[in-house]
């Protein structure tokens, strides 16, 4: 009777964790009706970037979040200048069955910059920089070395911040847990135990965008050597704190008691990142840890300064000189401005391993979107706020692309089948269910037709594919368009 009695026990505390464990992973926040009715058409109606003719085009966020092998999703939404909602989905730890909670923190990769900029735009309304100074004007610790490639022009801030600079070295990989670390100056040199290559002019600046995650690394300099102090601690002192990110950090190394609040990042395939996640010591690049709602905050502030309603940080002034195209019609500083019908956003996206983000705030009217999640795969997050765009009303923010899908002669389908390589990866073409599908490792697209020899990939937003032939009329490979280049994909 003893060991029945033990056994009951056991089964009831283990039916009660699960009904824990559950609650948590749908999130237990409840809204009112109305709210709660949004956000499950947010949920049931993801917006893919095209619609099929004929088919059904619509998606869930836990069909989606299957299909890209994502483990956990956070959301915050922007109405009227509030916070309307915000929820997680999934897991942040998937190992330890810990779940995404809006209180889960995730890399922001280069969302980092949005907020970089407003430190140093606060040091300019402050005087202590100037936008059009040289940069070596400021620099103490270490100097830019400008060579014969920069025509005798000087580097700004704002140059540095609206990726004009001229500037190699796009972005940053991160360093894995255990490795050694280096110092930012070691990092702008290229010296070891730096993985990435100096930080160089590629041409003079000022002359065209060309984006630059070293060119923010040195904004981080900047200001370290301007204020006298680490860069997290200024940051959380001038900005983050006073914008009501209190969450968010950009510290290195990463306190304990922010430990259990961490999501794990994970590759594309649904596999965990070793380490857990990596370590960005180029921190106004891509060193930010923050959650939506926190992002969320960022947003809102940068509303109302814009409106001259608020000014913990920035006033009406220096918010318009920050949401100012700088040399081109979208690239600011330290933000995108994007064009949606009417109405203007101010948008960044950020990919470090293993985690991916994007934001929007519009510019007038106080709507605004964030979602992260623990992933290397980018789509979901557009098909996330294309949703949150429709079903909040924001007009033509998501004019998805209409394609017709023609059915292919199988003579002319089985002369695609085979192995194609793209740098040092290959790719496998195979007939699986009647169905002409692109492998690679554990990644199955479906080609959808819309001629004999083009076709497009749901899965790869924009991009173009088209088969092409040699002189005896053999398939040789693929042409994969993205935007103005176009890559040669050769058949093995």
């Not at 809204?31 to 893919?48: A, D, F, M, Q, R």
Request: proline residues 3%; hydrophobic residues 35%.
């Amino acid at each position: 009777m003893k060991i029945k009695t033990n056994n009951h026990l056991f089964l009831f505390l283990f039916f009660f964790l699960q009904v824990v464990i559950n609650s948590l992973y749908s999130q237990e926040k409840k809204y009112s009706p109305e709210i709660e009715k949004k956000i499950t058409e947010v949920e049931n109606n993801l917006g893919l970037w095209v619609n099929v003719e004929g088919a059904s085009n619509q998606k869930t966020l836990q069909q989606q979040m299957d299909f890209y092998h994502v483990n956990g999703v956070s959301i915050a939404v922007v109405k009227d200048y509030k916070i309307e909602w915000s929820r997680g989905y999934g897991w942040a730890d998937s190992s330890e069955q810990r779940p995404v909670t809006t209180a889960t923190l995730f890399q922001a990769g280069s969302i980092s910059k949005s907020i970089n900029g407003i430190g140093i735009l606060k040091l300019v309304q402050e005087k202590q920089l100037n936008l059009d100074t040289d940069i070596n004007e400021y620099l103490k610790t270490w100097k830019f070395p400008y060579d014969s490639l920069s025509k005798g022009k000087k580097i700004t801030l704002a140059n540095l911040l609206s990726h004009t600079a001229g500037l190699k070295v796009y972005g940053f990989p991160g360093y894995e847990i255990g490795n050694t670390i280096p110092a930012l100056n070691a990092i702008l040199d290229g010296k070891k135990p730096s993985i990435t290559p100096a930080v160089r002019s590629a041409f003079e600046p000022g002359l065209k965008f060309q984006y630059s995650g070293g060119g923010i690394a040195i904004s981080q300099a900047v200001l370290q050597d301007i204020t006298n102090k680490p860069y997290d601690v200024f940051m959380w002192e001038s900005v983050l704190k006073p914008l009501g990110m209190n969450n968010s950090f950009y510290t290195i190394p990463i306190s304990c008691d922010k430990q259990n609040v961490l999501a794990t990042a994970y590759k594309e395939d649904g596999n965990e990142v070793i380490g857990k996640f990596h370590i960005y010591p180029e921190q106004a690049a891509a060193g930010l840890w923050t959650n939506p709602t926190d992002l969320a905050c960022y947003i809102i502030e940068t509303q109302l300064a814009m409106q001259d309603k608020s000014n913990k940080v920035l006033s009406q002034e220096m918010t318009k000189i920050r949401l100012t195209p700088f040399t081109d019609s979208k690239s600011a500083l330290g933000v995108f401005i994007d064009k949606k019908g009417e109405q203007t956003y101010f948008q960044h996206g950020g990919k470090n391993e293993g985690f991916v983000a994007q934001y929007y705030g519009s510019m007038e009217g106080g709507n605004g979107v964030v979602v992260m999640a623990n992933t290397s795969n980018t789509a979901i997050l557009m098909e996330i706020i294309n949703s949150v765009a429709v079903v909040y009303d924001w007009k033509q923010f998501y004019e998805p692309q209409i394609k017709k899908v023609v059915k292919i002669n199988n003579d002319i389908l089985e002369t695609y089948l085979g192995e194609y390589k793209i740098g040092g990866n290959i790719l496998s073409i195979k007939k699986i269910d009647n169905e002409i599908i692109i492998c690679q490792g554990k990644e199955k697209n479906k080609l959808n037709f819309i001629s004999d020899t083009d076709f497009f990939l749901v899965e790869k937003p924009g991009d173009e594919f088209k088969f092409t032939f040699n002189s005896v009329n053999q398939v040789d490979g693929i042409n994969l368009k993205k935007g103005k280049n176009i890559i040669k994909i050769n058949k093995i």
